[in-house]
């Protein structure tokens, strides 16, 4: 399988602590994407980080990249309810248009 | 801006049966995808469209399933026959050109359950 993995594959904590959210991939990338997906809807683009940078800031969201180890990983601060979701990684190949290939998920609860 | 529109949202068939889905894209977006989102794993794309040329369909299995984006605007994927393993939620997601091409948007994509 051309999937990445990602760890822990489910993460319960409490309201106001940090989530910490690992994923491995496989091939070159020219980008690294994390997605977040609610109980039955669709995929919501939260963050990219280029294969040039190390490290990106987004509101509550830091992710970090390490294209040697290829792997990256993904922070949220002060956890809220509504971060309840699965997170997915995907690694991003732009050959032309651009290509994903998506992990296996971390199925985040956040406990009030 | 609307979103990717995707119809219908639910389907239960029975296997060899046949069966197709539909998505509108956000307008103006050159780049449509489809993805497969098997319970418990990430999405896996099947197929993906520049335009109306397909640009990567290596993981679809063409021996029963199919797609065409007409016109280059709306796609359909269409199942048939349908086996019991095909049972799984199927996204659509756009991009547009340029700079924005990293990111795609997804549909609310349609669970189809194979009996």
């Known amino acids: 399988s051309q999937q990445g993995e990602e760890d822990p594959q489910a993460l319960s904590i409490q309201e106001g602590e940090n989530a910490t959210m690992n994923c491995s991939y496989k091939?070159?990338?020219?980008?690294l994407q994390w997605y977040r997906q609610n109980s039955g809807r669709g995929l919501v683009h939260l963050i990219l980080i280029r294969s040039n940078e190390r490290e990106k800031h987004s509101g509550r969201l830091r992710v970090t990249l390490d294209t040697s180890k290829k792997s990256s990983s993904l922070l949220i601060t002060a956890s809220r309810a509504a971060d309840t979701a699965s997170y997915f990684c995907?690694?991003?190949?732009?050959?032309?248009?651009?290509?994903?290939?998506f992990g296996q998920g971390t199925r985040l609860t956040i406990n009030p | 801006e609307a979103g990717v529109a995707q119809s219908p949202r639910y389907k239960i068939i029975e296997k060899r049966q046949s069966v197709a889905f539909w998505c509108n894209p956000i307008?103006?977006?050159?780049?449509l995808y489809w993805y497969q989102q098997i319970l418990g794993q990430g999405p896996k794309l099947l197929i993906q469209?520049?335009?109306?040329?397909?640009?990567?369909d290596s993981q679809l299995p063409k021996d029963r399933f199919s797609a065409e984006r007409l016109k280059g605007v709306d796609s359909t994927l269409k199942i048939q026959p349908a086996k019991l393993e095909d049972s799984a939620v199927y996204l659509c997601a756009s991009s547009s050109g340029g700079k924005e091409r990293e990111t795609q948007y997804f549909g609310p994509g349609t669970r189809l359950l194979v009996l």
């Open positions: 995907a690694s991003g190949l732009i050959q032309g248009a651009q290509k994903l290939v």
């Open positions: 307008s103006g977006h050159a780049t």
């Open positions: 469209f520049q335009n109306n040329g397909v640009v990567d």
């Open positions: 091939t070159s990338i020219n980008n």
